[in-house]
């Protein structure tokens, strides 16, 4: 089943093209990630999907039409920053969502303590920190059980700890086989968490699949010695090297996923370069990306 | 059942609200003990009896519904902007729609509330005004203090106008600053400039269409009592209608409602929140 369709949708504020003809399908079960550098139009996607901004043209189904204007109480979702009523607490704040999403709970400790603020629920909303005012709305996306969850930079202007958590609650949420969307800048939060993942910059998809799709198989070198400039010289005869750049005290390159690592070494022995920083990894999905939206 | 939880869910966000409750117990204060004032009005203009018509049935409706004339306007047309700019300020108008409310559910959790605030101060006003009435009046009943009594509905468009002003104001402006002072300024003295310095200049002081813009339809449904007197005098140099009649005023009233209800709704469709 197909959770979300987006067809050509496009937004502008005056000359500045927020989103441009996207389409994008979502299946019911994925972690869906939406990737893109701030101001790439993630938020204003999100915000036309969940209908407080008005596309100026495309459309998007939620469901496949199943619950009609509705489909809202099926999805939890935290768009920028999390909204309450800064003059009740966080039983009383969860109760307007529940009412809202036709529930009729009266009886929150469950989540509160999956977010680990059971024991500060009678406390005022705006007596929270900024981690818990994000982990009361993460809560507030598990009322009604939605089908897709929808998070929006949920860690931006957290310290570390508050990070861990809503990071630990995330990949919770996630094992409970929800589709979820999340989109952030934060490469590797992405990574970590979805398996799907869509690249967006100035409003446009730049490339869409799966997290290990979108990730090539060339494999990353980093190679240093004593004279770096001797080591580019002799790197750049090695046959199939590409993306040859100079990091702080080595070299960076890519080599096709078949190239034995091992050649490498002994011809650059063979040419007289005793190396001093020797690593070969995958690629990650943050240099795939800056690879994706590099101009 | 779908507006009894809507009118539920109002209930929950604003129930433990400061603003709205100081506004709301201000009102309640004011509404009876403001007619009061009326006892220190121990020399009363000649065309008056003495200060007891203040209190008496029939005619303490109309000074009690001029002093809620006032306190419906200030008190309840401002926890109506409230209400709906606090919703912008504190982004929960795009969560309760992001929450699953449609813009539709959003639109009428505010415009029922609206209705039920506006039946509940009638609801003070007709009860405070049988308390003050059977009390001061000698020998009065509820019959009598209810015998063909329009006050009361006439109470209830004029506090329906003003909440309806407020609303399209909050609806336009968003921000509850600007929508206040819009608001108080406009009732105040933007419309009272724009009757009798731009139409009364260019129409002329005695067209009668001076008198239908919406706050002055709203007013003349419970207005100023003195201002009936004040018409019966003959004075040739002032030759026109202070009043709309409440048959002009509510025709008037209606109008202005629907198109300030309209024009919010079609307003808060379009836009981005």
Redesign the interface.
Known sequence: MIALSINNLSKSYGRIKAVQGLNLEIEKGTIYGLLGPNGSGKTTTL?MI?????PDQGTYQWFEGKYG??H??K?G?I?E?P??????DAT?NL???D????GKRNNFDDLLELVNLLHRKKSKFRAYSLGMKQRLAIA?TL??DPEVLIFDEPTNGLDPQGIAEVRNVMTEIASMGKTVLLASHILHEVEKICDHVAIIKNGKLLATGLVGSILSDDITIEVGSHDLDQLATVLSDFSNIENLSRKNTWLECTIPSDTNVEELNKFLFSKGIVTNHFVSRKRKLEEEFLEITKE | MKYYNLLVTEWLKFRKNAVVSLLGIMFLVFMPTSIFIGKEFKNVPPQLPNNSIFFEFPSMWSYLGYVGNWLVFFFIGLMVIYMITSEVGYKTMRQNIISGYTRHDFYMSKMTSTIVLCLFVTFMYAVIGLGIGLWHTEGADLAYAFDNNWAIPRFFLMSLGYCSIGFFIAFLLRRSGIAVMFYLSYVILVEIILRWGVHGKMMGFKNSSINYYPANSFEDLMPNPLFRYAEAIPMEDLDFDFLLTYGQAAISSVIYISIFFGLSYFMFLKRDI
């Open positions: 915000g969940l209908d407080i901004i008005k204007d509705y809202r109480k999805v979702a768009l920053t909204n309450f009523y800064p003059y009740l009383e109760k307007i969502v009412q809202i999403k036709g507030a009322l009604g």
